[in-house]
């Protein structure tokens, strides 16, 4: 029976992209192939910059003898990319899983339910750490070159410190999934923890470029203070990987045990916390008159509903609204300091484009927001519901349509301004800049939304599978960024060979966005009434 649970856990996570569930058939081989593409790209950018910071870092520490350090230092960072990789989709997979009461209501043992949903929540946070374990892994082979029993021992280690993730992504997704079985307002607490972990997660990426310099200007003291803190078992792990017995037996026998205590108590909780139900909070009645609404105006509540009680949904689709309001604070605060860069004679030879930056910058920012992509994936299995309305198909089209568009406009257009107080730019800059913003907006949602009605996924148990995992989902975020970035080069390649104004070359810019946004609200208010039908 584990065995084919196994079976069946693996063959929902990869059929988003080996079956097509509208067509009711295998992916095409030309669809295979894009889709390995695009992650091989994204998997060889974060290798990319963990090789050049290996390959920076590791000369430096073998010369003072701390090759145990390079690997603490991996450890730590694979360690941290695969608990916040793979956190949030544990408590998803093991404990709000759509197919949890079917299965406990079949004879099978709970026991072979949480093993095959770990095995997953495993392969997940393991794909996150190879993205530092191997460009590390390449650097020392090749400058290190140890021998057979140096290959074994780092190699162990790497799965080793595997085992020690997935224990920790498994407490993390415990302690939310008991927290919110006794609270009662989920999607708030959700929400802040979420929104907690991007927190620390952005700090961290800014904190990069910085932190390299100080670890091979320290690399002394940071070594020491790792021996002698709560870091001491990435010591451990940095000694047992660069050949050192003692190091990898501890390292090893904590790993295995606190991978046994974890499945334990995993399998002793497992039932009750996914059977238990809260209390309903107790309201009084009051009687209020209700208001009529329009058809749009309930199709978009109903939309911003799902939104607002959706976590997932908010802070992945919504994101970049959250990033142009962080940035329009911070451009206001650091406004003297930008101008300044921008008018130095560094960059002299762009200052003719100084208005055009702001709005291919905005434009980049917004291509991540990702409202309409997974919005017809997300009817799910109710869309029957809604298609039985007597409601037109281009109105309930619209309304997905009009969320992207609040929000993400109004915060685009935030940003756009702060960037033209900071730069002291003319309102005749700013409205061309504006329309141009507007009509890419209105442009990738419209593609975005073309796309995942064309390739719904219909058929998904936990609703971070049609926003997070979904290929098409993915490629709409790809398209969109080179949507905003082809323009971009071309209207610097124009500035540089002598056009002779910003604010005209960002109208002619914007004529195709506005050619492109007629023919896709024409099909969505058209042929795209037919697609939703056959849905």
Same mark, same amino acid.
């Given at each position: ?138 650097? @020392? ?12 021992? !780092?190699?162990?280690?790497?799965? /080793? ?8 992504? #498994? ?38 470029? !910085? ?20 870091? @001491?078992?990435?010591?451990? @792990? ?28 995993? #399998? ?9 139900? !809260? ?37 992945? #689709? ?5 990033? /142009? ?38 434009? /980049? ?70 329309? @141009? ?8 949602? #419209? ?89």
């Amino acid at each position: 029976m584990l065995k084919v649970l196994i079976k069946k856990q693996i063959k929902e996570l990869l059929s988003p992209f080996t079956y097509d569930k509208r067509k009711g058939k295998k992916q095409g081989a030309g669809m295979k192939v894009l889709f390995v593409i695009v992650f091989g790209y994204m998997f060889m950018v974060f290798g990319a910059m963990f090789f050049a910071a290996s390959n920076e870092l590791y000369p430096v520490l073998r010369e003072t003898n701390l090759d145990w350090l390079f690997f603490a230092l991996i450890g730590i960072a694979a360690l941290a990319l695969g608990v916040f990789g793979s956190a949030f989709s544990t408590y998803s997979e093991l404990y709000v899983c759509g197919d949890n009461d079917l299965l406990l209501s079949y004879p099978i043992k709970p026991i072979h339910i949480v093993l095959s949903r770990l095995f997953i929540v495993y392969i997940r946070s393991f794909l996150f750490q190879l993205t530092a374990f191997v460009p590390a892994l390449i650097v @020392y082979f090749s400058t290190a070159k140890p021998g057979v029993l140096g290959v074994i021992c !780092t190699l162990l280690m790497m799965f /080793m410190l595997s085992f020690v993730t997935l224990v920790i992504t #498994c407490f993390i997704g415990w302690l939310i999934a008991l927290a919110l079985s006794r609270i009662k307002r989920k999607n708030i607490v959700n929400l802040v923890i979420s929104a907690a972990f991007l927190v620390i997660y952005f700090y961290a990426i800014n904190k990069m470029q !910085t932190l390299l310099p100080a670890i091979i200007q320290n690399a002394d003291g940071i070594a020491l203070s790792i021996r002698h803190s709560a870091l @001491y078992p990435f010591y451990l @792990y940095g000694a047992g990987s660069t050949g050192s017995i003692s190091g990898l037996a501890i390292f090893s026998i904590a790993s295995i045990l606190l991978l046994l205590l974890t499945f334990i108590i995993l #399998c002793k909780s497992f039932v009750k916390l996914v059977t238990a139900k !809260t209390a309903l909070p107790r309201t009084k009645f009051r009687g209020y008159q209700k208001r009529s609404s329009s058809v749009g105006s309930a199709l978009f509540t109903k939309e911003l509903k799902r939104l607002i009680g959706s976590p997932v949904y908010l802070l992945n #689709c919504g994101m970049s609204s959250i990033l /142009m309001l962080i940035a329009s604070v911070a451009i206001i605060i650091k406004a003297t300091a930008i101008r300044n860069l921008l008018l130095s004679e560094s960059f002299s030879m762009f200052s003719d484009m100084i208005p055009l930056i702001p709005a291919f910058l905005v434009t /980049m920012l917004s291509s991540m927001a990702l409202f309409t992509a997974p919005s017809i994936s997300l009817e799910g299995k109710t869309l029957w519901v809604l298609k039985s309305y007597p409601i037109p198909p281009r109105k309930i089209l619209v309304a997905k349509l009009k969320l992207h568009m609040v929000f993400t406009l109004p915060f685009a257009l935030v940003l756009l301004t702060a960037f033209c107080i900071a730069l002291k730019l003319s309102v005749l800059s700013l409205l061309p800049a504006a329309l @141009y913003i507007a009509l890419y907006i209105i442009l990738s949602a #419209c593609i975005s939304l073309i796309i995942g009605l064309h390739h719904p996924n219909l058929d998904w148990k936990n609703e971070a599978l049609p926003i997070k995992q979904d290929p098409w989902v993915m490629l709409s975020m790809l398209f969109s960024f080179l949507l905003a970035i082809g323009p971009a080069l071309i209207g610097i390649i124009a500035m540089l060979v002598g056009f002779p104004s910003s604010e005209i070359l960002m109208l002619v810019l914007s004529v195709p966005f506005a050619v492109g946004v007629f023919f896709a609200l024409r099909y969505i208010t058209g042929n795209a009434e037919k697609r939703f039908e056959l849905l």
